[in-house]
């Protein structure tokens, strides 16, 4: 099943962004990527929340997530950078600490597992998975790959500006990724140019959004400071929209241009569309199959210009 992975979804997307669920569901099995559900999954746990709190708590729960993958025998594929930091560092520490691993595995045999019917403790890491981000899969020429990304366009995003937002989980720390450049990538350029899109570059583009790390928690103002910020650097450079790869990045720039405009009087109505949801727009899903309807800031301004 080299195709076949366990889609974990996380929090965000399917309760307040389904669209990025529907397409990427849809989307990637026209391209030859087939994604199952990940029964059972909790929380990824969020990176900041739990991270900064209770380290042991933050491993066993990536863990026993990364054992349901383990148990239907595939590799993990996310949509989020949260929940990619969470899991994918948590595999990679577990499978090069012992004690850890140790540690972890003494905690998981007093977890339930949701998938034996008779409810027994009978979780075990043992390290025989990888996780992935979608969006690496479908830049991955053994996998997808941008060729066949345009070969999957049937309406073709033709007269869009679109601005790409890569967040900070997904590249970084450096040392144990395997991006390349992270201060100025462009590999998620070339997916968006695939679209028939224009992909446009601008001030500040690898910045935060400013929700990560507890922060939009702690100090909304701050947060919201920060998302501005990128806004108007987004504004300046005559994007139609900017896309991303995290549904809480996507929250921070939809929801919060809601609350930029309550705190700081400013409305910058710029449409905020997942990368899952820009293909399935490129490969004619509807709007409606994509619950555009749901986001914060209207995107009727972007579907003008393809529709």
């Given amino acids: 099943m080299a195709n076949d992975y366990a889609l974990f979804l996380g929090c965000i997307a399917p309760n307040r962004y389904p ?7 849809s989307c ?26 209770d380290l042991n708590v933050f491993y066993a729960m990536a863990a026993r997530n990364i054992v349901l993958a383990e148990k239907m025998g595939m590799d993990i594929a996310l949509e989020c950078n949260g929940c990619y930091k969470s899991i ?20 998981l045999k007093t977890v339930k597992d949701p998938s034996d019917p008779s409810g027994k403790s009978n979780m075990e890491f043992k390290g ?33 500006r679109i601005g790409v ?64 910020e990128k806004l108007i ?15 809480f990045c996507q929250l921070q720039f939809d929801r919060g241009q809601i609350e930029i405009q309550e705190k700081f009087g400013k409305f910058w109505g710029l449409p905020v569309l997942h990368y899952n949801e820009l293909l399935g727009l490129a490969q004619g899903m509807s709007p409606t199959d994509l619950a555009l309807d749901l986001h914060a800031v209207p995107v009727d301004p972007f579907l003008k210009k393809i529709l």
């Fill in 128 to 160: 025989t998975i990888d996780v992935w981000h979608l969006i690496e899969l479908y830049y991955d020429p053994k996998i997808c790959g941008v060729e066949k990304i345009r070969d999957s366009v049937t309406r073709p995003l033709t007269g869009t």
């Fill in 88 to 107: 994918w560092e948590v595999n990679h520490k577990l499978k090069h600490n012992d004690d850890l691993r140790d540690m972890v595995n003494e905690v």
């Fill in 19 to 25: 669209g990025c669920e529907s397409a990427g569901i």
């Fill in 28 to 53: 990637s099995k026209k391209v030859g990527i087939n994604l199952h559900p990940l029964k059972g999954a909790s929380c990824c746990p969020a990176p900041g929340a739990f991270g900064s709190i």
């Fill in 233 to 247: 650097n987004l504004h300046e450079a005559k994007v139609d929209a900017v896309t991303e790869v995290c549904p």
């Fill in 165 to 228: 937002h890569y967040g900070c989980h997904l590249l970084k720390p450096k040392k144990e990724r395997h991006f390349g450049d992270t201060e100025n990538p462009m590999w998620i350029e070339e997916l968006v140019g695939a679209l028939g899109a224009e992909p446009v570059q601008y001030r500040k583009k690898m910045q935060c959004c400013g929700a990560g790390g507890g922060v939009r928690g702690y100090d909304i103002v701050h947060a919201l400071d920060i998302a501005n």
